[in-house]
């Protein structure tokens, strides 16, 4: 089979981390966002998609300009101007010219959810859509998808107030969609999925949902970032890889641990990690520096970041090639931007710091 995969949405919910780079190919415990998807839909057979390009389409042709990452071949869809995300889907795939049933992903969500028995269920439904759906405390941020026994969408209600919604099922980006579903949208139309095109769906009786209880995260938000990081560190997806060590350590890494000093850790490769740090369930990429005394827990320390001697970071986001000077404390979910310029001493406690 082949894919869509949306990544065209600016990240206006992750700036300042985005403001230079699409959230797609932001790092998530040593793989892009968008090389985790992809990881997702090769296990499932597909080795095929076209990426829905808007903002910075550079950045990923530049990444990949062989067009092939974690073993899927990749075809471009860059849109001149935001078609939204039905608009997106169907310039997509008139642009790498596929012609049948397709998968598509949102690009920011990471899951664990069962495509191959998603694609089954769609054609035992002989749907002209068919939608994962998973369960959530507080459906008011999402599209609800209520249904009836059958599993037929009786409608789709985009982001309802939390005491009207009438389940917690919520649309969780990934879908199964046919050529004709596809073709209900005008070529160069500006029209969503979500409004337009299921409620259409829902009038012709043909949109279906099958729920899941994989694991799910939208990683569209610095605090969804985070959670999704640390889950990957404590082995909650099923595609991690891990088999319970305490830390896992690139061998180029120049990290000097002492006993217990790092626990459910992840250190890059080209990273440096002083002796005397200490590091709990925390993220150290590519090329970053964490100096004598740093104490680093449940936060992500991007590429090429200097993390000053005596540094205390918490729950927090350090972007790339950062400088945190010594004695510094980020605190309290706090992201600092890339080339952010921080004061020596400073204490920063839940506070978007830009460039």
Known sequence: MKAVVLVGGEGSRLRPLTLDTPKQMLSV????????????LYAHGIDEVVLSLGYRPDVFLNAYPDGIARGVKMKYAVESS????????????????FH??????????????????????????????????VPVDNPSAFGVVPCDLDGRVMAFIEKPPRDQAPTNMINAGVYVLEPSAIARVTPGEQV????????????????????????????????????ASMDILYGKRVDTGRSGAVATVDSSSNAEFGDSLATWCFIAEGS?????????????EKGATIF???????????????IGAGSVIEDSIIGKDVIVPEGAMVLGGSVVARFAELEPGCRIVGERVPA
């Open 29 to 40: 415990v040593g793989m892009t966002m968008l090389e985790r998807v992809l990881d997702h």
């Open 192 to 227: 969503s999925i979500e409004r337009w095109l299921f409620p259409k769906l829902v009038e012709a009786k043909s949109l279906y949902a099958k729920p899941s209880d994989a694991y799910w995260i939208d990683a569209g938000t610095p605090e969804s970032l985070l959670r």
């Open 100 to 133: 049948e049933t397709v998968v598509v992903v949102n690009g920011d969500v990471l899951s664990d959810i069962d495509i191959t028995e998603l694609v089954e269920f769609h054609r035992s439904k002989s749907a002209e859509a068919t939608i994962s759906l």
């Open 272 to 284: 440096v990690v002083a002796e005397s740090a200490v590091l709990r369930s925390s993220v150290v």
């Open 82 to 97: 935001p078609l939204d995300t039905a608009g997106a889907i169907r310039f997509a795939v008139d642009e790498a010219g």
């Open 292 to 306: 004598a005394d740093c104490i680093i827990s449940s936060s992500v320390i991007m590429a090429g970041a200097h």
